[in-house]
């Protein structure tokens, strides 16, 4: 899987499970990839409607489900990623992606690790709409 698919990825589980330290990492990794805090911003706030390719959409629709309740998935979760082009090997890859951030993010939190200065951005706006969880 690219790089910036798993960031994507990782940034939109995240939010699902109110990591801030994901948020703030992958956020700043983001900004490089979508060019922009605002496209970064746009992604966090819907990512539906942020400028993506049904593709990408359709590829966190579902990993966000993995993050919300993975039990939820059904076949036509599947199917729909089929449809915009995902092999099942690639399916996988999604899945084990957005599953592992979540397995990550919830030992970061549960030992306390807060967001290493280097992530954290100088803007304040930015900064708060990044956190969504516990506040560093």
């Known amino acids: 899987m690219a790089c910036a698919k798993w960031r994507l990825i990782t940034f939109i ?7 801030t330290y994901c948020s703030h990492v992958y956020a700043k990794q983001l900004v490089a990839d979508l060019g922009s ?9 819907d990512f539906h409607d942020a400028g993506l390719s049904a593709r990408d959409v359709e590829m966190l629709a579902y990993a966000e489900q993995i993050a919300i ?15 915009v082009g995902f092999s099942d090997q690639q399916i ?3 899945a084990l992606c957005a599953a ?5 993010s919830r030992f ?19 900064r708060a709409a990044m956190t969504v969880g516990r506040s560093y």
Request: hydrophobic share 50%.
């Open 13 to 19: 589980a995240a939010k699902r499970i109110a990591s």
């Open 37 to 45: 805090k605002e496209a970064v911003v746009a992604l966090r706030q």
């Open 69 to 83: 309740d993975a039990s939820q998935v059904t076949e036509a979760n599947i199917d729909r990623l089929r449809a």
């Open 92 to 94: 996988c890859d999604i």
């Open 100 to 104: 592992f951030r979540c397995f990550v």
């Open 108 to 126: 970061f939190d549960a030992v306390g690790a807060g967001t290493e200065p280097a992530f954290i951005d100088s803007d304040e706006a930015f």
